[in-house]
């Protein structure tokens, strides 16, 4: 089975970094993924990471530890337009053909 | 532009009566997905398809049912909708393993 964690809600303000953290426990792992949904719309793809360490694309980073099992997704010089839902998702058993979500963290930016 | 199309956006069906939600894909990927969203909630997968093997989650209901008549159609079948069964339903597809997914629009179910 899959357990995927992540804090409910954070709060950050306009031009600041904010960090989100996701931690999962799978059989199996083939990566780890971060999608942002805004209200009532589609998840869109952000960062991929199979290996350790850390990506990184434009204003958004990802790191990933293995052995921890834990994950965390970096904005920086956050925008009001930022302010969504950032979905942890991983890939775990049946040669990765599983891809489960976690609950999702919702991002509010204020002015 | 190659993509997934979800169709209809919103979709209005009666307590008890079946009813269809469509996908398809222009990208040729081999795997499809079908997630069920509740407001506030993380998408939770119902089933997926590798190519022509169907692979069900351990907690779908029997109520929900997938065919995929060919690699760019995949349906969603409710048989009998509660009101419980009302959630935005994403399908997605990925060219294979460790692969990105990508996302149609959604359709929005309501029962009533």
């Known amino acids: 089975g899959q357990n995927i964690d992540q804090p409910t809600e954070m709060t950050a303000t306009e031009?600041?970094?904010?960090?989100?953290?996701?931690?999962?426990?799978?059989?199996?792992?083939?990566?780890?993924f971060w999608y942002q949904q805004?209200?009532?719309?589609?998840?869109t793809f952000l960062s991929y990471n199979v290996l350790d360490g850390l990506e990184e694309k434009g204003r958004f980073s990802?790191?990933?530890?293995?052995s921890k099992g834990y994950?965390?997704?970096?904005l920086k010089e956050l925008q009001?337009?930022?302010?969504?839902?950032?979905?942890?998702?991983?890939?775990g058993d049946n040669y990765g053909q599983n891809f489960v979500f976690g609950p999702g963290t919702r991002l509010s930016v204020l002015p | 532009d190659a993509m997934v199309i979800q169709n209809p956006r919103y979709q209005v069906t009666q307590f008890g009566k079946?009813?269809?939600?469509?996908?398809?894909?222009?990208?040729?990927?081999?795997?499809?997905?079908?997630?069920?969203?509740?407001?506030?909630?993380a998408p939770k997968l119902l089933f997926h398809y590798y190519d022509k093997?169907?692979?069900?989650?351990?907690?779908?209901?029997?109520?929900?049912?997938s065919r995929r008549p060919n690699t760019s159609f995949c349906f969603l079948d409710i048989r009998s909708p509660g009101l419980g069964d009302a959630a935005m339903y994403l399908?997605?597809?990925?060219?294979?393993?460790?692969?990105k997914l990508f996302f149609g629009s959604g359709t929005q179910l309501s029962v009533l």
Not at chain 1, 38 to 43: F, L, S, T
Not at chain 2, 18 to 41: D, R
């Open chain 1, 15 to 32: 031009g600041a970094i904010v960090q989100i953290n996701c931690t999962y426990q799978t059989s199996g792992f083939n990566g780890l």
């Open chain 1, 38 to 43: 805004h209200a009532g719309e589609a998840p």
């Open chain 1, 62 to 66: 990802s790191f990933l530890s293995r």
């Open chain 1, 71 to 74: 994950s965390y997704l970096l």
């Open chain 1, 80 to 91: 009001m337009k930022d302010s969504a839902s950032y979905l942890c998702a991983v890939r």
């Open chain 2, 18 to 41: 079946p009813v269809t939600l469509s996908c398809s894909q222009t990208l040729n990927h081999n795997v499809m997905y079908w997630y069920q969203q509740k407001s506030s909630q």
């Open chain 2, 53 to 65: 093997d169907f692979n069900n989650e351990a907690d779908t209901p029997d109520n929900f049912q």
């Open chain 2, 91 to 99: 399908c997605a597809t990925s060219r294979g393993v460790n692969e």
